[in-house]
Structures are given as structure tokens and as C-alpha cells.
Antibody
Framework: VQLQESGPGLLRPSQTLSLTCTVS??????????WTWIRQPAGKGLEWIGR???????DYNPSLNNRVSISADTSTNQFSLKLRYVTAADTAVYYC???????????????WGQGNLVTVSS | DIQMTQSPSSLSASVGDRVSITCRAG??????LNWYQQKPGEAPQLLIY???SLHSGVPSRFSGSGSGTDFTLTINSLQPEDFATYFC?????????FGPGTKVDI
């Protein structure tokens, strides 16, 4: 399984961040997994952004104040992140990951993309 | 949100040493605790899940223990490739949260 993020690296404040994660070697329709976004500001810790399931259900981090949405395109085996009204505080490396959904391994993120640096600056 | 803390925040060790890192959750998370290793410029990699289960391909010198609120990651016989930052993560309730990290250096 491989995951690969893609998207712009530079945004202006108030714009919408849009990133896509392309999954190969596995289907995002699999009932065993969530598909997740996590971010990491430079030199800092990891923040869980949210996740989606193949049914279309989603969970988001409330700290993002309803600015986030995650969706999937099953025809291309991709899932996407949108974060609206970005500020400098949203500058970070954004990772997509596969997260286990079943008992025994619930919540573990076993495959990650290499990360996509997004900088918000005027 | 469940707050996660780690100690120490950094430690210095030598090849061959045994190293232990502690993670504490703000409430009981049963055994929903994962450990990741991250090297500079790379994505985190899963080491341990469900507090004590070794992820496939991870060397057996890594082990995890604990339940409830207190957890430990132990590295037996530290190897040069183990110098990295280690994060714990609770997967008991969303939003999943991570500890601040422990940097292991020489």
C-alpha cells in the first residue's frame, strides 16, 4: 500500500487549502480502514485533522472550527482534504494515512504518505 | 479531547543502551495506545499498536506495555537507526491525540 499527497505548497491567508491523497495497492472502499489526514507544523507535534470511511461518513477535529471537509473519489481511489479560511497557523506538513477500523488494531495508522508542506503567507 | 503527555521530552543514550519512554493519558484509554517513530524529514512510522502489539516488520527490540492511563515504550539495545523522535497516540476517542514527542539522540 502506498499513499501520495499532492497539492499546492503556497497559499494566501483566507484561501482554501486543497490536498489530494492517491492510494495505490489497496482500495479506499475497503471496510477495514478509515482514510485520515494528520498535520505537523515545523518542529512541532502531530495533529489529527479528521478521517473518512468508504460509506462517506466523516469525523473531524473540533479544533478546526468547522473549516475542514474530507471526501473521496472512488473512481480514482483518491481522497481529499479541504481546509477553508487558512491562516499562518495552518502552515504545516500535511500527511494522509490509512487508519485501522476493526477491533484489535483500531485507530492505528499503519501507512502514511510522505507529506506535503503547505505554507500560508501573504 | 484526551490530553497525552510524554516523558522525558528528550534523552541522550548510547548504542546498546536500554531506553524507556513514558506516555500518560488524561483519562483511561484502556489499551488504545499507539507508538510511532519519526526521523527528520520523514513521515512517522508505526511501531506498536494496542499498547503492546508489535507492528509487522518492526524489530523485536521494541516493546510496549501499560493500560489505562500509563504506558511505556522500551527499546532494548539501542541501535544507530533508532535515534529519532517517538510519539504516542491515543485511539480511544476522536479526535485522536498525540503526545508531544520524545527525542532520542546520542
Amino acid at each position: 500500500v502506498q499513499l501520495q499527497e499532492s497539492g499546492p505548497g503556497l497559499l494566501r491567508p483566507s484561501q482554501t487549502l486543497s490536498l489530494t491523497c492517491t492510494v495505490s495497492g489497496g482500495s479506499i472502499n475497503s471496510g477495514e480502514f478509515y482514510w485520515t489526514w494528520i498535520r505537523q507544523p515545523a518542529g512541532k507535534g502531530l495533529e489529527w485533522i479528521g478521517r473518512m470511511y468508504s460509506s462517506g461518513s466523516t469525523d473531524y477535529n473540533p479544533s478546526l472550527n468547522n473549516r475542514v471537509s474530507i471526501s473521496a473519489d472512488t473512481s480514482t481511489n483518491q481522497f481529499s482534504l479541504k481546509l477553508r479560511y487558512v491562516t499562518a497557523a495552518d502552515t504545516a506538513v500535511y500527511y494522509c494515512a490509512r487508519e485501522c477500523r476493526i477491533s484489535g488494531c483500531y485507530g492505528r495508522a499503519d501507512y502514511w504518505g510522505q507529506g506535503n508542506l503547505v505554507t500560508v503567507s501573504s | 479531547d484526551i490530553q497525552m503527555t510524554q516523558s522525558p521530552s528528550s534523552l541522550s543514550a548510547s548504542v546498546g543502551d536500554r531506553v524507556s519512554i513514558t506516555c500518560r493519558a488524561g483519562q483511561s484509554i484502556i489499551s488504545y495506545l499507539n507508538w510511532y517513530q519519526q526521523k527528520p524529514g520523514e513521515a512517522p512510522q508505526l511501531l506498536i499498536y494496542a499498547a503492546s502489539s508489535l507492528h509487522s516488520g518492526v524489530p523485536s527490540r521494541f516493546s510496549g506495555s501499560g493500560s489505562g492511563t500509563d504506558f511505556t515504550l522500551t527499546i532494548n539495545s539501542l541501535q544507530p537507526e533508532d535515534f529519532a523522535t517517538y510519539f504516542c497516540q491515543q485511539s480511544y476517542s476522536v479526535p485522536f491525540t498525540f503526545g508531544p514527542g520524545t527525542k532520542v539522540d546520542i
